[in-house]
């Protein structure tokens, strides 16, 4: 069953002259629990296509179902509903909340819902992060792979359908880039979650089940390798 | 090094916006300082020009008799090394001058004759003809050009006599005498002035006022003796207020070189002295014997010394103004210099990490201050020195008016000194606000600079307590009242207040100055408003007349006589040509004793507790008696309703009196509330005399007495009087007016005002020896032509049998102007100060607050993208604002009634009573401005900061 479907999506940013077509006509589909690597070369729109699957953006034409429900139909409050219980987006410069700690990071999104925080799962995921008793650190107490593990908790804790990554590793070393996507890859194993991981690195793309490769704005290549 | 300033220069051409606001800020704030300082220095110029033009260039006058050892003394201080120049002046003589002259030209006139350089020294001038060159030429007093009949050619002849005291028969011992400048007392050198110690025939000289045992109470009077014919051709007028031919018995005639034998003045001027102390110890070195006067304003204004009352509010209002216009200024420039030093911490980090020392690093923030300063700076100091020059030609006139100058222009003085000072305190004032961004670059840690993309440093306390273990189940609990209030949005601004370590300190820094800004100017013009109402007090209405009648005969003496005498000259006065009559009223001098309740501050504050009687103040009481008809429309004017009919007789209060004692201005409180008080009318056994209150104290039985001085028939005794022999009228105050009716001419004193109808029980019917004042106000379109027909009102009052002593027709008219220009120029100066003030305060919570945002825009961006919605990031913001609010605007108002107050004490320095009034209207003024500001700075900064959404905020780097 396909999770996600898009259907000729274009993002043109800016006007006129200065308009510069980011996305231009792309479709495609993504069946619930697969591990989907988009690769492309800098500035070929691989970050705008992640924001717009992950509602962050909106786009300037075409559509994202996620479960059969078109996302850009959602009113900016439902989007923001959607952004913390469906999707987990983790980038490349961790972008933690540096005021936080890394519990509170993690579970902000939990906190953003109003919900409770549910003790057990946070206490599991940080020890499965590798971050038991670094629950009360802040960001800037911890290196660029805790921080970055820091962030894909803060991405799975409501156990989002979808999780995004945007260059997860590309501020790493190769130990902890390792490290990073083996999470990633785990959750995608054991509890299903469908995962598109954007990549320069080709161990991660030929690491996925299928990779799609963008050049200006369009898919040139689409192959599943698993 | 090169390459660091190649950085340097390269960074500031980068945000050229943000160089040239600061560059506007550093010239702004020598601008200000420039100005201030020199409108200060200008100031004083102007009044030492003055002083000079008026009065002459002497330091210090000394008087010694004419004996040999004094020649001897003059000529070798003439020819001493210190000495700039001297002049003497000398009693020739006095003349007695008959009846009809004396009216006007006063009893004695005083001839001087001068030696030296007495145009310099003493600043003495002609109005007209030309100073005397010979013993036979004389020059008059101003005031005989209009009252008599002699002119410039004639030939006068003149009895010159001696003066001399004679004790009033019945009296014994000696007094002291002479004169003292008022307000001069100086704690070091005592009071400046001269005293004599009297008896009988002892000879007076001319700086001594009249002997008159009714005016002064004093036991002697004065004779004119030996007196012989002098003849002299009249060569010219003097100009007026000449200090040294202004004599203590009025204004002299001149002439020179005549042989006399009078005590001789002798008026030095000196150089090298730099203190009042070394002044006086050098005049007493020239002239051991002699009784030194110190010319006081000159040396204030020259800055030699430094007391002198309004000229030390002043100065403290320039000091208070420097240290505010430093702190805005700081606080503007020390926030562009870290905004911009925050932006380029990446560029710092870089920097470091490729091999910047720290000492380079903060070298590179210095420099960048030093090429604003050196731009900055020349560019405020020209135009400050510009504006101020603009305005002076401007409005020189009014503020030379305003100084009370008449003999010199007024005009921007550039020193070079003020100049350099200015530059130095603004120097200052950048090198305080690059330091501590200058600091944070140098302190960079090129890791965190480069790894951190986000400019938040952590409050060291948060940082400490992270290493204890996390409860999950307390997560996202107890976040403060506004976690509780607010829910998730208040919780995250309450945890970014605890653990960011600036805690948005710039933008509350910023809010308290604001505050602070905005309340000083308000303040500056309320304080300055009271401050010109007391200085300025001018009649409202255009001619003032004033009229001292002192009946002569007890038909005369009783109310309904006064009355009628003082509407029938009032009727005369309202026929004048063109005058539209404004009322009138008389005043008697009563003792009085007014309950502590009802009385003012400044009344209860004039007896300590114990000298109160029967829990009453006693005091002079100014009574007005008003026509019932005028009473009763001033009653209703001051929004008093009279009442049908009462027992008591009813008088309205005067809430508060305006002085001047010559140096310092009163304001003050004199009735507190409504209430009984009671009219001395008499004591048992003296009702039949002049009662004029002096103090209280106890008899030996322990009854309260009070001291009246009488004057019984013709004599002047000191009488005590026990309070309960006291013939005492009640009257009830039912009512305070804020101020005197407009026929009355005072202003200071305790007042209450009276119909009428109720004089019979409060005047008592005495002899001969009552003296009232006659006061009536009139407007008219023009009003010098119709001053000479007013003066013709006083002798209808003396064929009516009254004497007249004092006859007064002010056209008030010509000072109102000038004090309502006066009043101009400080509302503009409070006005343009204000202004600049605001606009500087805005500027920096726009600034602080934008830019507090702008900085997080990245967080935010993260925020949202993980799903936090518009109205949780809405009550985040909210809670934040409210945090920095707080924290801004209560130490803010607080420092802001500091300000205000110090700015009440440089005020009181020269005017006592002023009360401190916190101008509550300009507090909450600011506050909702600041509010206001603040939502608007928040309004602009989440919206440059949505600009490009989120995406964009997370694509910057
Ligand atoms: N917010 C934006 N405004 C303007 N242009 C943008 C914006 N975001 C992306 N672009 C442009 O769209 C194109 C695709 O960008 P992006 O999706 O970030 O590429 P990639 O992630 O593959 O490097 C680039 O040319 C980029 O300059
Ligand atoms: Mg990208």
Redesign the pocket.
């Known amino acids: 069953m396909d999770i996600l479907k898009v259907s000729h999506l274009t993002?043109v940013?800016?006007k006129g002259e200065q308009a510069?077509?980011?996305?231009d006509d792309v479709s495609f589909t993504i069946p619930e629990g697969q591990f989907v690597a988009i690769i492309?070369?800098?500035?070929?729109?691989?970050?705008?296509?992640?924001?717009l699957i992950g509602g962050v953006?909106r786009p300037t034409s075409g559509t994202v179902e996620l479960n059969g429900e078109d996302i850009y139909r959602r009113s900016d409050e439902q989007l923001a509903v959607f952004r913390r219980r469906e999707v987990g987006l983790v980038y490349q410069f961790y972008n933690l909340v540096p005021i936080l700690t890394v519990a509170e990071n993690i579970t902000l999104p939990v906190a953003l819902d109003g919900r409770n925080v549910n003790a057990e799962r946070l206490t599991s995921l940080l020890s499965t992060l590798g971050l038991a008793g670094y629950g009360n650190r802040l960001p800037n107490q911890l290196s660029g792979g805790q921080q970055q593990r820091v962030a894909i908790g803060r991405a799975l804790m409501n156990n989002p359908a979808i999780v995004l990554a945007?260059?997860p590793t590309g501020n790493l070393d190769t130990q902890n880039s390792r490290e990073i996507m083996a999470l990633l890859e785990t959750a995608n194993r054991e509890t299903g979650q469908t995962l598109v991981v954007?990549t320069h690195d080709e161990d991660i793309a030929l690491s996925a089940d299928r990779i799609i490769a963008?050049e200006d704005?369009r898919i040139v290549s689409d192959e599943r390798i698993r | 090094m090169k390459a660091m300033t190649s950085f340097t220069l390269k960074s500031l051409r980068s945000s050229t916006a943000r160089t040239v606001v600061t560059i506007a800020g550093v010239a702004l704030a020598a601008a200000l300082l420039v100005a201030v300082l020199s409108s200060y220095v200008s100031a004083t110029d102007y009044m030492l020009r003055n002083e000079i033009a008026a009065n002459g260039t002497w330091m210090a006058r000394s008087i010694v008799p004419d004996d040999a050892q004094s020649n001897d003394e003059i000529i070798a201080a003439e020819h001493a090394g210190d000495v700039k120049a001297l002049a003497t002046l000398q009693d020739v003589g006095f003349v007695a001058l008959p009846d009809e002259q004396a009216v006007r030209l006063g009893t004695y006139l005083p001839v001087l004759t001068g030696a030296g350089s007495l145009e310099n020294v003493c600043g003495v001038r002609v109005g007209e003809g030309r100073l005397p060159q010979s013993p036979d030429e004389i020059v008059l007093p101003y005031s005989w050009q209009r009252f008599s009949a002699a002119s410039i050619g004639d030939v006068i002849t003149l009895d010159l006599g001696e003066r001399r005291a004679v004790q009033v028969p019945g009296t014994s011992g000696g007094m002291s005498g002479g004169t003292i400048e008022a307000g001069t007392y100086d704690p070091e050198l005592g009071p400046n002035g001269i005293m004599y110690d009297i008896e009988d025939g002892s000879p007076l000289n001319s700086t001594m006022g009249y002997l008159d045992p009714a005016n002064d109470n004093g036991i002697f009077s004065e004779e004119l003796v030996n007196a012989s014919p002098h003849s002299y051709t009249v060569v010219g007028f003097t100009a007026m207020d000449n200090w040294s031919l202004m004599t203590g018995i009025g204004p002299a005639a001149l002439t020179v070189d005549e042989a006399a034998t009078g005590d001789i003045q002798v008026y030095v001027d000196l150089t090298g002295i730099s203190t009042a102390g070394q002044l006086k110890e050098r005049m007493n070195g020239l002239f051991p014997d002699g009784d030194t006067m110190m010319h006081t304003n000159l040396l204030r204004y020259s800055g030699i010394s430094d007391h002198g009352s309004i000229w030390q509010t002043l100065f403290y209002l320039v000091a208070i103004l420097a240290v505010i216009i430093m702190a805005a200024c700081i606080s503007l420039i020390y926030n562009a210099f870290a905004i911009s030093v925050n932006e380029r911490m990446r560029q710092f980090g870089l920097l470091a990490s490729i091999g910047a020392s720290k000492r380079q690093l903060r070298r590179s923030v210095l420099l960048e201050g030093s090429i604003i300063a050196a731009i900055g700076i020349p560019l405020g100091v020209l135009i400050g020195l510009g504006a101020c020059a603009g305005i002076f030609v401007w409005l020189g006139g009014v503020i030379a008016d305003m100084l009370g100058g008449m003999h010199s222009d007024f005009f921007l003085v550039v020193s070079w000194q003020v100049v350099l000072f200015a530059v130095a305190l603004t120097a200052l004032t950048v090198l305080v606000s690059v330091w501590i961004p200058a600091l944070r670059a140098a302190r960079v840690s090129p890791i965190d600079a480069l790894r951190q993309s986000s400019t938040v440093r952590i409050a060291p306390r948060a940082l400490r307590s992270s290493g204890q273990h996390m409860r999950p189940a307390s997560l996202w609990k107890h976040r403060g009242i506004a976690g509780r209030v607010f829910g998730i949005g208040g919780s995250l601004a309450s945890l970014n207040h605890k653990r960011n370590a600036s805690k948005g300190r710039a933008a509350s820094l910023s809010l308290a100055l604001a505050i602070v800004l905005l309340m000083t100017a308000g303040s500056l013009s309320t304080q300055l408003g009271t401050f010109t109402k007391v200085v300025g007090h001018v009649s409202e209405a255009d001619i003032s007349m004033a009229i001292s009648l002192s009946p002569t005969s007890d038909e005369t003496v009783t109310p309904a006589a006064l009355e009628g005498t003082c509407a029938d000259a009032y009727e005369h006065a309202s026929a004048v040509q063109g005058v539209t009559p404004l009322g009138w009223s008389l005043t008697s001098y009563q003792p009085g004793l007014v309950p502590a309740d009802v009385a003012g501050s400044a009344l209860k504050g004039s007896v300590t507790d114990d000298s109160l009687v029967d829990g009453a103040v006693p005091t002079m009481l100014s009574v007005l008696y008003m026509p019932d008809d005028e009473f009763a429309a001033y009653a209703a004017d001051n929004g008093i309703t009279l009442p049908a009919g009462t027992d008591t007789p009813i008088a309205i209060g005067v809430r508060e009196g305006y002085g001047n004692t010559g140096t310092m201005y009163t304001y003050d409180e004199l009735f507190a509330r409504n209430g009984k008080l009671d009219i001395v009318t008499g004591a048992k056994n003296a009702s039949d005399a002049k009662l004029s209150l002096v103090t209280k104290d106890t008899t030996e039985d322990g009854r309260e007495q009070l001291s009246f001085v009488m004057l019984e028939g013709d004599r002047v005794t000191d009488r005590t009087v026990p309070a309960d022999e006291l013939e005492r009228t009640s009257i009830d105050v039912i009512g305070l007016a804020d101020q005197r009716p407009a026929s009355s001419t005072g202003t200071n004193g305790t007042a209450i005002v009276m119909p009428m109808s109720t004089a019979a029980s409060v005047l008592p019917p005495t002899t001969a020896t009552r003296s009232l004042l006659f006061s009536a106000a009139f407007d008219s379109p023009e009003p010098a032509e119709a001053i000479e027909p007013l003066k013709e009102i006083a002798p209808v009052m003396e064929k009516a049998g009254y004497d007249i002593y004092y006859n007064q027709v002010t056209d008030n008219g010509a000072a109102e102007e000038s004090m309502r220009m006066a009043v101009t120029v400080v509302n503009v100066f409070c006005f343009l100060f204000s202004f600049i003030l605001t606009l500087i305060a805005l500027a920096n919570v726009f600034n602080t607050v934008t830019n507090g945002l702008i900085l997080r825009k990245r967080e935010f961006a993260v925020m949202e993208s993980i799903g936090m919605d518009a109205r949780q990031f809405r009550s985040m913001i909210g809670c934040e604002c409210i945090g920095y609010g707080m924290r801004g605007l209560i130490p803010g108002i607080i420092v802001s009634i500091i300000v205000s107050y110090l700015l009440y004490l440089a005020l009181s320095i020269s005017m006592t009573g002023l009360p401190f009034t916190l101008p509550w209207v300009y507090l909450a003024l600011a506050c909702a401005v600041v509010i206001v500001i603040m939502a608007l700075s928040v309004a602009y900064g989440l919206r440059r900061c949505r600009k490009?959404?989120i995406?964009?905020a997370l694509?910057m780097e």
């Open positions: 993002k940013y800016g510069t077509r980011a996305l492309g070369a800098s500035g070929s729109g691989k970050s705008t296509l992640l924001h953006d945007d260059e954007i963008i704005g | 490009g959404d995406v964009e694509r």
